[in-house]
């Protein structure tokens, strides 16, 4: 199995430009999630899904919109890209039930630049 | 409402041990752990939960103070494969996803 599955794995964006973020699992898990990992602040939520058809803000959604297209696949997406979204993103999805009492694999992470 | 996680980083050498503690300004239900080799993703290591209950790796030992909210992961007998950053996570106020603390990076050296 695949697990989760981030693409693409790099990207380099100019200010201003657009661009969505893969994610995919095959572990027939409910909830997804988005996080950003920039050096010293650990991984922060921007956005998840705890089952199909809802999302919902974390912890620092401003700039990003998501969309849970179906159960496997969950994008995020940047309208506008700013040099203050350079980071490393990782996607995770843990299986249904309660967020505090499933383990959450990630995918390996699609590191981001933006001029 | 981010877990606060001490110390920052911790250097060892093979065969020593170390602490690394977790707290939470807010009642928990469970505390996650989880480390990340440099360039890696994040590796799910254990759950511990309110109750006593703990879920995952067999080899490195925690405990949860729920009263407190606090909690502690215990790495013993340190390997060189030890070696990355360690990350606890705590449920976010909604009870519907987890935040994590901002790392603690544990070297440890031959």
């Known amino acids: 199995n695949a697990g989760v599955t981030q693409t693409p794995k790099f990207q380099v964006l100019k200010t201003g430009q657009s661009m969505t973020l893969q994610c995919a699992q095959d572990?027939?898990?409910?909830?997804m999630y988005w996080y950003r990992q920039d050096p010293g602040m650990g991984l922060r939520l921007i956005y998840y899904s705890a089952s199909e058809g809802t999302t919902d803000k974390g912890e620092v959604p401003n700039g990003y919109n998501v969309s849970r297209l179906n159960k496997r696949e969950f994008s995020l997406r940047l309208e506008s890209a700013a040099p203050s979204q350079t980071s490393v993103y990782f996607c995770?999805?843990?299986?249904?039930?309660?967020?505090?009492?499933?383990?959450?694999?990630f995918g390996d992470g699609t590191r981001l630049s933006i001029l | 409402q981010q877990p606060v996680q001490s110390p920052q980083a911790v250097i060892l050498r093979e065969g020593e041990d170390a602490v690394i503690n977790c707290s939470s300004s807010k009642a928990l239900y469970s505390v996650h752990w989880y480390r990340q080799k440099h360039g890696e993703a994040p590796v799910f290591l254990m759950i511990l939960l309110k109750g006593g209950e703990q879920k995952g790796h067999d080899k490195i030992s925690a405990s949860f103070n729920e009263k407190k909210q606090q909690s502690s992961l215990y790495l013993t007998a340190s390997q060189l494969s030890y070696s990355g950053t360690y990350f606890c996570g705590t449920e976010n106020q909604a009870g519907t996803a987890l935040i994590f603390g901002k790392g603690t990076t544990l070297s440890v050296s031959s």
């Open positions: 995770a999805s843990s299986a249904v039930g309660p967020s505090w009492d499933q383990p959450q694999h």
């Open positions: 572990m027939n898990h409910n909830s």
